[in-house]
Nanobody
Framework: HVQLRESGPALVKPSQTLSLTCTVSGASITTNEYFWNWIRQPPGKGLEYMGYLSISGSFQVSPALKSRTSISRDTSKNQFTLQLTSVAPEDTAVYYC??????????????WGQGTQVSVSS
């Protein structure tokens, strides 16, 4: 049974860099056919896709966040990390790490972390 758990600061000041780590248990982040994602939900809004990490270690991010976002991994710890630079109050959200995996010929988000609240405020 795969489990994902986000960790990182609850409060970040504007212009700083936010770093969140997702620790995965019950599955390896280097397993074929799975992708490891970051998704966030600002207060009162819908889910916003941020980006994903592939098994090769490369990452893709949403065009809206491309200039500020990177995703990396530590395979020895089975973790992947989101970095978001130059944060602003609009980056206040609940951040989720999520696994995307194959299901009946398609892909689905099959495992979610519990989410971590991040507020950007001075």
């Amino acid at each position: 049974h795969v489990q994902l758990r986000e960790s990182g600061p609850a409060l970040v000041k504007p212009s700083q860099t936010l770093s969140l780590t997702c620790t995965v248990s019950g599955a390896s982040i280097t397993t074929n056919e799975y992708f490891w994602n970051w998704i966030r939900q600002p207060p009162g809004k819908g889910l916003e896709y941020m980006g994903y990490l592939s098994i090769s270690g490369s990452f893709q991010v949403s065009p809206a966040l491309k200039s500020r976002t990177s995703i990396s991994r530590d395979t020895s710890k089975n973790q992947f990390t989101l970095q978001l630079t130059s944060v602003a109050p609009e980056d206040t959200a609940v951040y989720y790490c999520v696994r995307l995996g194959p299901f009946q010929g398609l892909y689905e988000y099959d495992s979610w972390g519990q989410g971590t609240q991040v507020s950007v405020s001075s």
